[in-house]
Every structure is written in C-alpha cells, then in structure tokens.
C-alpha cells in the first residue's frame, strides 16, 4: 500500500487536515474540524491525533507537515507564541511526530502560504501574501527563500499598532491592526456595543443593507487596512500581494480594501502593482507546508 503525504493547517478557528499521494499536488482527502483552543493543547492533539490516524488507515506517512497560526522556529519545530491561538512554548514536532512519525516539518501559516502561492509563480522575484480571517498576517518569499527575521517573527503585522487608542487586541495591546480590521477583532466590536454575539459574515451581511454602525465598522477596517497594505508595498516593493483568507476573500470586503488601495499607494514613473486574490486550493497554507516538508525530505 503506497505511502501519503499528510499537510495540516491549524487556525484559530478551524484546522484542515489534507492528505495527499506521494508528488501528488492535489488532495484526494480532506477533513476540517473545529481548533477550540481554550479548550488546552493536550486535548487539541489528541483530536488532531484521531483526526490523522484515521484518514491515513493502513498506510505509512511518507512525510508530514504541519503550519499554525503564530511565531514558530521551523528549526526546533515550536510554537513560540500565537495569541489567536494563546499557545506559548508548544512542542508542535514533537506532538505531531509521536503519531505521524519522525519526517515532518513545521512553520508559521503565512510563511507556509506564500510559499505556496509562489510555488505557482515562480518566475517572479518576491511576493507578500496576507491572510485576513480570525486575526491577520503576512508571510514573505524573495527568490524562492521564505523572510523570517531574526526571532522567526516576521510578517506579525496584524500585532502592529495602528490606532494607539483603538481596541484592545488579543495580544493584551491597544490599537492593533487586526483587532480593528480582522474578523475576531470585529466581532469583539460588536459584541462590546450592542452586548450581544454577532459573527463575522452577519457583519458583512448587515453593512451590504446600509445599516450604519455595520457599514461605519467595515468602512474603518477596510479603509484602515488598505492604507497599510499601501505602506507594505511602498516599503518591500514586492512583484505581486497577494490576499487570503475567509475574510480578506468576502468580495464586499476586498472590493472595499482594494478601492482605499489603489487610491493611497505610492505612484512613481513605471511602477507596477499587482494584487490578486488567492485561489490556490483547497488553501495556499496546506500547498505551501507540503511544498516545504517536500523540499525538506526529498526522496
């Protein structure tokens, strides 16, 4: 029985286990399950577990890979710190390899999926890719080499402080960006003004029917983001930006960020800006850690 290829990708929200064919590019299994990570990292692993061993039965896991939400150091395979998650100092390799197997690579979800995005472009010199969902971050590949920085966290722009006296964020400071334009951070927004819980697409959904404290709240996030990514592309010039997530893909939404963009980027004689949606399936994060775990172990 041939051996597979097993790619996860763990949010905030939700964690999507893929398992592929040797050198296949294309799932042939796909399971998503909720991440509920108050409920501890223990009992997470042990679904995730479950989750694994059943859909790959009999057969041996050729390699594995694994991206999450937050700081990792792919070289030790930790999770540093994700306050989407409020994991600090997980073993995350260790974890997954005592029932996966000791082939298996590990990284940040945004590093992992711009790295899948360029998989598919690989004739350009760098992208950006920024996920807008539960929370929001960026990941960065310049000539086929993934930006990390030196503390493995690069790209936390979601954790960066764009209105001083804004929300409080997940990560204990006010103002971030994605507690005024990520979907958590919305939610939170609304919950603390109307004292009841409303979800991310109900937001959407009311501020398309011109309600105005939904259309103010969308306006300030999209408005806000947009003006940051102009300042990503004016500071790294990358050849392509390209925006993910189930967020950052609601057409409303996008259609918002990318009209403040393309108002406010800084415009000099033959510049040339692309920003394209993401339509890698089933998700360029899983595309990505099976591409890094691939390049990691090959055959």
Not at 263 to 283: A, D, T
Request: proline residues 4%.
């Amino acid at each position: 029985m041939p051996a597979v290829d097993i790619a996860i990708d763990i949010g905030g929200t939700k964690t999507l286990v893929s398992v592929f064919g040797d050198s296949e590019q294309e799932a042939y299994e796909l399971e998503e399950f909720s991440t509920q990570p108050a409920e501890g990292v223990d009992g997470f692993f042990e679904r995730l577990s479950d989750v694994c061993l059943r859909m790959k039965g009999r057969r041996d896991v050729n390699r594995w890979g694994l991206c999450t939400a937050g700081a990792v150091n792919p070289a030790t395979g930790t999770l540093l710190w994700s306050p989407n998650l409020g994991w600090k100092d997980i073993e995350i390799y260790k974890k997954t390899a005592s029932f996966l197997g000791p082939v298996g690579a590990v990284e940040n979800d945004c590093n992992a999926a711009a790295f899948g995005e360029w998989t598919f472009r690989k004739d350009i010199e760098s992208l950006i890719y920024v996920t807008v969902s539960t929370g929001i971050g960026m990941g960065m590949v310049v000539q086929g080499k993934i930006l990390r920085g030196a503390n493995n966290a690069a790209g936390e722009i979601g954790h960066t402080i764009v209105k001083p006296d804004g929300p409080t964020c997940t990560c204990g400071r006010r103002g971030c960006l994605q507690a005024i334009s990520g979907g958590r951070g919305l939610e939170i927004r609304a919950h603390d003004l109307l004292g009841i819980e409303v979800s991310t697409k109900e937001i959407i959904d009311r501020a398309q029917l011109n309600e105005p404290l939904f259309k103010e709240m969308i306006t300030e996030a999209s408005e806000t983001l947009g003006r940051f990514l102009c300042n990503l592309i004016d500071s790294l010039d990358p050849s392509v930006l390209v925006i993910g997530g189930s967020l950052g893909k609601n057409q409303y939404y996008f259609d918002r960020i990318l009209k403040t963009f393309e108002e406010n980027y800084y415009r000099i004689p033959g510049k040339k800006v692309k920003v394209e949606l993401s339509s890698v399936e089933p998700n360029p994060n899983i595309i990505g850690i099976l591409s890094l775990s691939r390049r990691t172990y090959k055959d």
